[in-house]
Antibody
Framework: EVQLVESGGGLVQPGESLRLSCAAS????????MNWVRQAPGKGLEWVSY????????YHADSVKGRFIISRDNAKSSLYLQMNSLREEDTAVYYC??????????????WGQGTLVTVSS | DIQMTQSPSTLSASVGDRVTITCRAS??????LAWYQQKPGKAPKLLIY???SLEGGVPSRFSGSGSGTEFTLTISSLQPDDCASYYC?????????FGQGTKVEIK
């Protein structure tokens, strides 16, 4: 069974940093491209970041470009999101999501349960 | 960026009703469209990809259609378990974008 388990969320002040992790199991992690998707409280879904299987290529949404960095450790079957210079508008549940139908295909067939990041003074 | 617009925002229907949700893209996305179901406090669940391909394990009462800029998600016979929010998503080009969601309620 595919499992994605996020951790690392919490309450931080504007301008601070946070690192999210996603532990993957039940599939060959290195064979899939991966993503982070977020959802602000009571709002819709927003794709945040994408990373290739090897980790050599990443894409980020304009809203986080220059502040967030996606990375992965295939030996540990783990995905990460380093979030710097956090803003109140980054408050959201952050999900890691597997790209299920091919490299960079963009269809998220498995999701974690999410981790809540709250940015507030 | 490609804008995705769903209608209606909220839908109330009776058990057994046929329900249709519409999703429009601001430019052609061919058939590169997915639909997700999300229940309160839970992660989204993939229902349909490539506009009309049913994800494994998803009940056959769900179906998708459309291409270009106009797409629909249909629930042929609404069940109580279908109370949820539904989101369309385009994956034609970066950044991948979602519709604002449609909340389906039971009358």
């Amino acid at each position: 069974e595919v499992q994605l388990v996020e951790s690392g969320g919490g309450l931080v002040q504007p301008g601070e940093s946070l690192r999210l992790s996603c532990a993957a199991s039940g599939f060959s992690f290195s064979s899939y491209t991966m993503n982070w998707v977020r959802q602000a409280p009571g709002k819709g879904l927003e794709w945040v970041s994408y990373i290739t299987r090897s980790g050599s290529t990443m894409y980020h949404a304009d809203s986080v470009k220059g502040r967030f960095i996606i990375s992965r450790d295939n030996a540990k079957s783990s995905l990460y999101l380093q979030m710097n210079s956090l803003r109140e508008e980054d408050t959201a549940v952050y999900y890691c999501a597997r790209d299920g139908y091919g490299d960079g295909y963009g269809v998220f067939d498995n999701w974690g349960q999410g981790t809540l990041v709250t940015v507030s003074s | 960026d490609i804008q995705m617009t769903q209608s209606p925002s909220t839908l109330s229907a009776s058990v057994g009703d046929r329900v249709t949700i519409t999703c429009r893209a601001s430019q052609s996305i061919s058939s590169w469209l997915a639909w997700y179901q999300q229940k309160p406090g839970k992660a989204p669940k993939l229902l349909i990809y490539k506009a009309s391909s049913l994800e494994g394990g998803v009940p056959s009462r769900f179906s998708g259609s459309g291409s270009g800029t106009e797409f629909t998600l249909t629930i042929s016979s609404l069940q109580p378990d279908d109370c949820a929010s539904y989101y369309c998503q385009q994956y034609n080009s970066y950044p991948w974008t979602f519709g604002q969601g449609t909340k389906v309620e039971i009358k």
